[in-house]
């Protein structure tokens, strides 16, 4: 077993230590990626913010692939692509899926 697939095995158990490890290999890069597309630190550390807690929240785990990364980097992208509106409440990350797109 990977270490990547003990961390989401980790995770589904909502352990503490798991998430901690999770954000200090990922977090950083995810908040680039966010900035990168967004151009707004507020609203990348808001996208990243929502992808963790979707995570944490369980919402994501069973759609989780390997490699992590990249499966968090397109769930930054889709949070991006979909970003809060205040009137308006969005679907949960996992419900946003593009038809015929990777799941």
């Known amino acids: ?56 929240d369980g919402n994501l785990l069973e759609g989780i692939d390997l490699p992590l990364h990249v499966f968090l980097f397109s769930e930054v992208q889709r949070a991006c692509a979909f970003p809060l509106r205040k009137q308006t409440k969005r679907p949960p990350l996992r419900d946003q899926r593009v038809a015929g797109g990777p799941s």
């Open 1 to 56: 077993m990977t270490e990547e697939s003990t961390i989401i095995q980790q995770l589904r158990k909502h352990d503490v230590e798991a998430f901690k490890a999770l954000m200090v290999d990922h977090s950083e890069d995810m908040v680039i990626l966010a900035y990168t597309l967004l151009r707004d630190p507020g609203r990348a550390n808001a996208a990243v913010s929502e992808v963790l807690r979707s995570l944490w």
